[in-house]
Nanobody
Framework: QVRLVESGGGLVQAGGSLRLSCAASGSIFSINTMGWYHQAPGKQRDLVASIARGGRTNYVDSVKGRFTISTDNAKNTAYLQMNSLKPEDTGVYYC?????????WGQGTQVTVSS
């Protein structure tokens, strides 16, 4: 059983920072990609950033220069450092892990950015 646990969300003023964590536990092998997705209220869930095995990263244009994705492979943990937060960054952030044995999602963590 694979489980993803996200943490680090919260309420922050515009211009502030948050760091999200996603810890994968259980029988998970050969992670190919870890990613963070954002779902704003009433909107679809969209990719924010991903990191592939080997370290190649991908960001949506709206967060380039503000967000940084990283991993601690020894801990099967992904991080999303979010700086210069904007009100439009508000929403639920979900972690996704794509591994050889399957595709897994976390339960989400709420981020609220006040103006």
């Amino acid at each position: 059983q694979v489980r993803l646990v996200e943490s680090g969300g919260g309420l922050v003023q515009a211009g502030g920072s948050l760091r999200l964590s996603c810890a994968a536990s259980g029988s998970i092998f050969s992670i190919n990609t870890m990613g963070w997705y954002h779902q704003a209220p009433g909107k679809q869930r969209d990719l924010v950033a991903s990191i592939a095995r080997g370290g190649r990263t991908n960001y949506v244009d709206s967060v380039k220069g503000r967000f940084t994705i990283s991993t601690d492979n020894a801990k099967n943990t992904a991080y999303l450092q979010m700086n210069s937060l904007k009100p439009e960054d508000t929403g639920v952030y979900y972690c996704r892990v794509q591994a050889i044995q399957g595709d897994y999602w976390g339960q989400g963590t709420q981020v609220t950015v006040s103006s």
